[in-house]
């Protein structure tokens, strides 16, 4: 349950705008909030300091609290802490993101963690050096403990809202988070492989982040689902850590996961397309064809599947993602927690597989 004196910030914090709206600079009497809130003068000055925490007011002693001059400045202002934001993905979401949120006054700053937990430590600590309207995150690795916990909530206490990207380091019921249906989706890429006559399949998954392994079970119910068979030993796993290498041009992942696949598997269910499209290189050097010897299908939609190949892949709705993000983030700084639905996926068919 939320502290009363949360509450209350967050509602002042609304009141504020109108009141700057209006020309009014000063804030009601603490007696005269106290009232107004029904609690005491010790819960009032806590939300009180909250805001002025975030530089929304100033307190001068013996004469009240007012607007800070710099405060709507610093409140339009939303931070997006990434794992890269360069990534083949991201700079379309960012550039979206970034002309939803314009279109409401506010500005986007995004923040690269390399997907490492220590830079994400320091983008964590200049949200609360900066107290933006809100701050979106994309988890560095939800499934193993994260050091930078107690930052966030930090960020949470000082009340400036989170929300997460595609996967939460908190409970779902604590955390506002935009997710997209991976389960569903990794079944509709196994139903297609069942169409195109597929009997036994392998997977490659990232195995330290969440959506890897939904995707994975999701990949698991449909190959019982639609009678394919299925083999542990022909699922392949892979971490943040590992993909570096691989972008750095070692491919010795994907080599080793070819050695090791079934002969019998003729189709490979991939995490995303970067995956997909390096797999194909490396299958290229040993001599495998796509899809002639082997079909290939991933999650994303990115640029990635229109070459060499094309790659059937699983993408959203136009802007559907950003526009999920972007009507998240706007509810959160109105301090509305809304409940999103998972972003549906949709497949587009290439020659992959």
Known sequence: MEDKYLRIAYQLESELRRMRAAGITKLASEESLCADFSCSRQTIRAALNILVDKGLIVKKRGSGSYIEGIASKLQDTVVFITGDKFEYEK????????????????????????HSFSKEHEALNKVLENTPAAVLIEPTADVIPNPNIELIDKI?????????????????SNAMCIKEDDLNGAIKLVSHLKECGHKKTCCIFRCDDSRGLTRYKGYIEACKEYGLAFDEHSSFFFTSRD???????????????????DPECSAVVCHNDEIAFRLIKSLEKRGRSVPKDIAVVSFENSYFPKDPVGITSLGHSEKELTKTAADTLLSAIDHKLIKTEPVRWNLHVRNSG
């Open 243 to 261: 993909r570096k290498k691989l972008i750095k041009g070692d491919d010795d992942m994907l080599q080793r996961f070819i050695k090791e696949m």
């Open 91 to 114: 700079p379309e979401f960012i550039s979206q993101l970034k002309e939803y949120l314009k279109k409401k006054k506010y500005d986007l700053i995004c923040y690269s963690t390399d």
């Open 156 to 172: 949470s206490k000082k009340g400036i809202p989170v929300v997460y990207l595609y996967s939460s380091y908190s409970e779902p």
